[in-house]
């Protein structure tokens, strides 16, 4: 009964949301800066802090000499469980000697 219900409620409402993305894309509006309807990007922590870094024109926002890029760099530190570049604080720096102050080791 429950998954019957579901279906019910469900399956319309994704039918529904299905034909919102038929219709046209708003075009930018000039006074709201070009955002227009276009999509916000959300952007994950380690995206956030290489962009931080290539802002600031940072040494650790270019490719390893074997040419992992910063966001790669980033995910595998983050995946290790060993240490924390703390991504979110990377994003907030003010210049590139603030990203050691971001660094800390997980201590288990």
């Known amino acids: 009964m429950k998954l019957v219900l579901a279906v019910l409620v469900f399956v319309p409402a994704l039918m529904a949301c299905g034909a919102c993305r038929e219709n046209p894309v708003t075009p930018p ?3 709201d800066g070009g955002a227009g309807g276009a999509p ?3 952007l994950e922590p380690c995206e956030r802090g290489c962009l ?3 802002e600031l024109g940072c040494e650790e926002a270019e490719p390893t000499d074997e040419g992992a890029s910063c966001v790669d760099v ?3 530190v983050e ?3 060993a240490v924390t570049l703390e991504p979110e ?3 907030q ?3 590139c000697e603030d990203v050691d102050a971001c660094v800390s080791i997980a201590l288990p």
């Open 52 to 54: 931080r870094l290539a």
């Open 40 to 42: 916000v990007v959300v």
């Open 93 to 95: 720096i003010a210049q």
């Open 74 to 76: 980033c995910r595998n």
């Open 29 to 31: 509006d000039p006074a």
């Open 89 to 91: 604080c990377v994003a």
């Open 79 to 81: 995946d290790s469980g």
